[in-house]
């Protein structure tokens, strides 16, 4: 009866259906079908998005732009315009000098004492000892094998040169010096100015400068005040 049926639906042109064939396709698997070409779809699209995010449109440094009248993509600074945190309008503390001339004491934001002259010591023995030498006279490590001597800051020209001298060839640089602006703060820098006054005058001081309680320090004896606690601490033990 079945191969009847079949013989009789292929004579009118009807596709052949039942268990040899199989069923016809239903509402359902169309749907389940349409769903997946849409997903595959979505996912060519989103292929395509992915990379343009990893190459998104830009210009290059220096490229033309018809978008600007002049072409050019990079814009002009508008005049005035001050980096953060660099506005600097304090002449004293950021260059050295107080109406083009160089400043002979520190600026008033600068306190000298000896968290500053520590502060100075350690950045000096880090950026200048190995060129100028710990004690400052221009032997440093780097000069004992090839680089060229500097200046002794012992020398009576720098002895008598302004305190924002200093100030100023650290941030520009002199001769053969580079400049250490990038590396030294402008703060450490009157820092280092500060300690490079007590290197001079460590050098060129004399016995009056010290104070007479210290005096016998220089020769490796006991100060007079210590001495005298001792033997007072020794008077009460006994």
Known sequence: M???LIRVRAARGAAPTGPAYGAAPTGRAHTRRG??????????LLAGCRQDMHDTPRYEALEESD?????????????????RGDLRQDD??????????????????????????????????????????PIGDGNGTVVQRGYKRPSSYHDPRLRGMAIGYFYDVITNGFGQMPDYAAQVTPADRWAIAAYIRVLQRSQA????????????ALDGKTPAGASDASHGEGAAHD
């Not at 769903?35 to 060519?44: D, E, F, I, M, S």
């Not at 993509?73 to 001050?82: D, Q, Y």
């Not at 004491?105 to 000892?129: F, S, W």
């Open 2 to 4: 079945a191969d009847a």
């Open 35 to 44: 769903a997946t070409a849409a997903l595959l779809l979505a996912g060519a």
């Open 67 to 83: 978008f600007f009248a002049d072409k050019r993509a990079m814009r002009p600074i508008p005049e005035g315009t001050v980096a």
């Open 92 to 133: 004293v503390f950021y260059t050295g000098k107080l109406d083009g001339e160089l400043v002979q004491t520190l600026p008033a934001q600068v306190t000298m004492d000896k968290a500053l002259l520590d502060r100075g010591e350690q950045r000096y023995n880090i950026y200048c000892a190995p060129c100028h030498s």
């Open 205 to 216: 001081g004399s016995v009056e400068d010290v104070p007479a309680e210290h005096r016998g």
